[in-house]
């Protein structure tokens, strides 16, 4: 077998014409299993994502077992081709807008998860609460959310047919959210240029007002905060605090 790409806390291998997605024992049972059955309810849907074969338990831990799919990510291609950022881009948020169309009823609700997410944050309880608002106040959607949408999760095949992979944190609700997060995780990346032209064509693309996305920062700023990576708590906390000034 082939190592693809090693974390921290988890290793990607090919075996053949298989991937094997393995997790350390910081991913409970029920996170891997959660991850394998969406990828199930994706594959019923008309989005083209590799296909689920296994879960099983290995000596190294639980291991998810899909199909390879043979191709770069959009995350290689523009750094391959700079000079077809924009085209890229573009794809990407097509994409992105083709699942936002598919329904998958069974999915977690991404409310659920956000709410659930502010409560284990490590902010004081004055934030959480004003957090938990505004979430409360958000449209209720049922549009299928990638809830990783960045280019690495975009495998783009030699004949062109684009695959979308890493569906650990798919849930159903408003495209705004996913906008937001895909918004954010750009800048915690450093790369600020490209989040602002991602916001401004998915806006376009979507017809949906960037203040509408704006008003998700403020939450997907504290979802991820519950990853506590200490480099991105100065950002992460700007925006969470955004609505102290309003
Ligand atoms: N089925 C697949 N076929 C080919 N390559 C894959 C496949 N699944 C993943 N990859 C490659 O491995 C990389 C990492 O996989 P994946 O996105 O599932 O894990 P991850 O990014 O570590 O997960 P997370 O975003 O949850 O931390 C992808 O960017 C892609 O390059
Ligand atoms: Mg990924």
Redesign the pocket.
Known sequence: MKT??K?SN?K?Y?DGDK?V?VFDSTFSKADVLNEALNLARIEETDINT?ELLDVEKTPEGWAII??????K?L?ELMKEHPEKEDEYLEQFVDLQLKIFTQRAPHLNKLKEKLHAKISSSGYEATVRYDLHNRLEGMKDHNKVLHG?FIP??V?ITPEGKP?V??W??ATQGNASADAARTYLVFSLNGQEDLAKKYLKLFSKKADIPMQLIWQWMPIVACQQSTNNIPEEKELLDSWVNVFDFQ
Do not use: C, M, Q, W
């Open positions: 693809l790409v974390r988890k990607i090919r991937l997605k590799p899909t199909t390879f799919i043979e191709g990510t995350e990783d690495s999760n495998i695959y992979v890493d650990a944190h």
